[in-house]
């Protein structure tokens, strides 16, 4: 058995290394150079770059429903914080720094989280991670830049009424595992989030279109068993096409997934299991 690391000793132990963190993220952002967005606005930017929703609520195999009913008030709580950010050109924006504390005091509730090791577990504030993947996505389909992105590298649920290609979420953490992207056009673009029938709803904005439209596609999507474990296997592309002669400019590689399974491997489709 390998040996412990500090943050798995008990619950106080795991409290001082998210400080520690938490710290040290505070630290590097004292001192770094990024301009981080901090306006916001009722107006709305009148062209729509991307709009997206998504299943709040969704009965997971071997999840307490009540984290799931839970995350729903967190949620509601960030989209609070978020919606209306106006991010200026040469601005950054990040998820936590717009978020802020996610703490019983501030009103949120135990959720899911995924621990280290890709284990379920509960804890306040659980459930931002589909925010922060709502915003991951639109802005995968506009021009800006991603410039911190933490990948989930396991495949924990079977597909449910999925709307867009696997793996291209985000993880976000207690104030310090942040998802930011930056603002390298010449015009401000906004973020506009909130909840309606049960689902997450998004949409990017900026002042008028862009000359390019992106399309993100999954590509080789199969399962293949490696030893006695399943991986989930497929790349997934970013297509650049111009927006006035719908001709594609290039195609870039965003994703090469490789994925372990982690639920019941009878749940995967048969007819989506290779030999090679």
């Known amino acids: 058995m390998g040996r412990k690391l500090f943050c798995d000793i008990s619950p ?96 949120y509730k135990e959720g899911l989280i995924i621990k280290r090791g890709g284990k379920l577990g509960s804890g306040i504030g659980g459930g931002l991670c589909q925010m922060a993947n709502m915003i991951h996505w639109l802005v995968l389909s506009s021009p800006m830049t991603v410039t911190e992105l933490h990948h989930h590298s396991d495949a924990l649920f079977p597909d449910e009424r999925r709307r867009v290609p696997f793996g291209t979420g985000t993880s976000v953490l207690n104030n310090y595992v942040d998802y930011r992207f930056k603002n390298n056009t010449d015009q401000p673009v906004q973020i506009v989030v909130w909840t309606e029938n049960g689902e997450l709803c998004g949409e990017l904005r900026s002042e008028r279109e862009y000359p390019y439209r992106y399309k993100l596609v999954e590509e080789n999507h199969h399962f293949r068993k490696e030893g006695e474990k399943y991986y989930r296997i497929s790349q997934v592309y970013r297509l650049v096409i111009d927006r006035a002669s719908g001709e594609e400019i290039r195609k870039e590689l965003i994703l090469d997934n490789h994925s372990l399974v982690m639920y019941d491997s009878a749940l995967i489709p048969k007819e989506q299991i290779r030999e090679d």
Do not use: M
Request: proline share 2%; glycine share 6%.
């Open 12 to 107: 106080t132990c795991y409290k001082i290394s998210v400080a520690k963190e938490t710290l040290r993220r505070y630290i590097k952002d004292f001192f770094s150079k990024e301009k981080i967005a901090k306006t916001r606005s009722d107006t709305l930017l009148p062209n729509i770059v991307k709009g997206h929703s998504s299943i709040l609520v969704r009965r997971l195999a071997g999840v307490d429903l009540s984290l799931q009913e839970n995350k729903v008030t967190n949620i509601e709580l960030a989209c609070a914080r978020i919606n209306g950010t106006v991010v200026n050109p040469g601005e950054t924006f990040s998820f936590w720094r717009t978020v802020g504390k996610t703490t019983a005091k501030e009103g």
